[in-house]
């Protein structure tokens, strides 16, 4: 099956600083989704981005599907940010495989 | 507006006893689906189901069923449960009318522990 890898697993930053997550994928998909689970465990959809680029404020997602891998970006990182960053991927039948996560840390 | 809901959110049970978890979603997305979160292992697939009367085996499907008699409820049970089975479990949905678009939304989660 797909194997999913996020680097770095642990990232701690201060307030105000910008971060890359990086999500690297073994095989084509057509489905690759950034989320955010907050300290309350909720999972919160950030990008559905197979391929491209997209941003939403502070954050902005880039698919490179023929390398196989996708980078999260955040600016100006706020406390809020922190919490677990998961890139899932799927193939065809939609059944989503999930990388182990990157947890951010933003101190104020 | 619509939404995914599970119940309950926290739920503790022993072990041996049969369990169900609830899912219900009202975007009427045809495909559902369920996970369980654990330490060290992610988000892992347990059971799917793209329509009524369909359900799938996933990556951890063992000591677990489903049944889809509707669109918007997918319950998943724990026919005997074991300490192993203490988790979180997330439910998801997607719409598979447009097969070019396949984003899944979570619902809220459920903490179950098996004493």
């Known amino acids: 099956g797909i194997q999913v890898e996020q680097s770095p697993p642990d990232l701690i930053l201060q307030e105000g600083a910008n971060s890359t997550l990086r999500c690297n994928f073994s095989?084509?998909?057509?489905?690759l989704q950034w989320f955010h689970q907050n300290p309350w465990g909720q999972l919160i959809n950030l990008f559905y981005i197979p391929s491209g680029t997209k941003q939403n404020g502070r954050l902005s997602a880039t698919t490179v599907a023929t390398e196989r891998y996708s980078l999260l970006y955040i600016s100006s990182s706020q406390t809020t940010d922190s919490g677990v960053y998961f890139c899932?991927?799927?193939?065809?039948?939609?059944?989503?495989?999930f990388g182990q996560g990157t947890r951010l840390t933003i101190n104020p | 507006d619509a939404e995914i809901t599970q119940s309950p959110r926290h739920k503790i049970t022993e072990t041996g006893r049969q369990v169900t978890l609830a899912c219900h979603q009202t975007?009427?997305?045809?495909?559902m689906f369920w996970y369980r979160q654990d330490l060290g292992h992610g988000l892992r697939l347990i059971h799917y189901?793209?329509?009524?009367?369909?359900?799938n085996k996933g990556e951890v499907s063992d000591g677990y069923s489903v049944s889809r008699s509707n669109t918007e409820d997918l319950p998943l049970t724990l026919e005997s449960a074991a300490s192993s089975q203490t988790s979180v479990y997330f439910c998801a949905s997607s719409d598979s009318g447009r097969a070019s678009y396949n984003e899944q939304f979570f619902g809220p989660g459920t903490r179950l522990t098996v004493l």
């Open positions: 189901s793209y329509g009524v009367q369909d359900t």
């Open positions: 095989d084509s998909v057509n489905n």
């Open positions: 975007w009427n997305h045809n495909n």
């Open positions: 899932a991927v799927s193939r065809g039948a939609q059944k989503l495989v």
